[in-house]
């Protein structure tokens, strides 16, 4: 297994547009987690899937993000109608039952113009 | 509500120096804390697992310690070398919950 894969890993997109980012987690690993980055900051959790149920969201995640883990196994994260506040780098982990250990992606970086 | 604060904010080191990572949290109700490193533009690399039943957990060069009660973490780093040259994030999970939280991070600057 080669871990976590992201893609794409930069996008830019005109303001307005919707984008879809794809994580495909650790084959074993049944927890998967979104984040956000932003210059000079720590990762900020967006949402958590065990398995195909989105078991938790944050407040940051507006009602244009949208997630799915449809199969238990990989992810997408969607934004519609960007916005210039929505560039940032988005992370996917995941990890397994056994001690929670979260491995990360490389990140999709998303610039809006 | 949890709150994970990194100090510093930035080190600069000459080679070969041990130093301390810090990390502090304000609700001792974790379940682990994970400590990662991040080179610019990259994700993140799982360095330290500490279980809270855990006092501290060693790999190579890197030791982390896990006081719950005064919730506070260090990393430290043995010998240091410029390929340590990184920001450093500690996060926290929380008992019964799998909300994580991060610190800002320490960027660390190793000089040759």
């Known amino acids: 297994d080669t871990g976590v894969s992201q893609d794409p890993r930069h996008k830019i997109t005109k303001r307005g547009q919707n984008v879809t980012f794809r994580c495909d987690p650790i084959?074993?690993?049944?927890?998967l987690y979104w984040y956000r980055q932003t210059l000079g900051q720590g990762p900020e959790f967006l949402t958590y899937?065990?398995?195909?149920?989105?078991?938790?969201k944050s407040r940051l995640l507006s009602d244009r993000f949208s997630a799915e883990r449809p199969k238990g196994s990989f992810s997408t994260l969607e934004i519609q109608r960007t916005e210039q506040g929505d560039s940032a780098m988005y992370l996917c982990?995941?990890?397994?039952?056994?001690?929670?250990?979260?491995?990360f992606g490389p990140g999709t970086r998303l610039t809006v113009t | 509500k949890q709150e994970v604060t990194q100090i510093p904010a930035a080190l600069s080191v000459p080679e070969g120096e041990n130093l301390v990572l810090n990390c502090s949290f304000t609700?001792?109700?974790?379940?682990?804390l994970q400590w990662f490193r991040q080179d610019p533009g990259k994700g993140l690399t799982s360095l330290l697992l500490?279980?809270?039943?855990?006092r501290e957990q060693t790999s190579g060069r890197l030791n982390a310690s896990l006081d719950k009660s005064s919730g506070r973490s260090t990393l430290y780093i043995a010998a240091s070398q410029p390929g340590d040259s990184a920001t450093y994030l500690c996060?926290?999970?929380?008992?019964?919950?799998?909300?994580?939280?991060f610190g800002p991070g320490t960027s660390l600057s190793v000089i040759p």
């Open positions: 084959s074993e690993h049944n927890r």
């Open positions: 500490i279980q809270s039943s855990q």
């Open positions: 899937f065990q398995n195909e149920a989105q078991l938790e």
């Open positions: 982990a995941s990890s397994s039952n056994l001690n929670y250990e979260q491995y």
């Open positions: 609700d001792s109700a974790i379940y682990n």
């Open positions: 996060a926290v999970r929380p008992q019964g919950g799998d909300k994580v939280i």
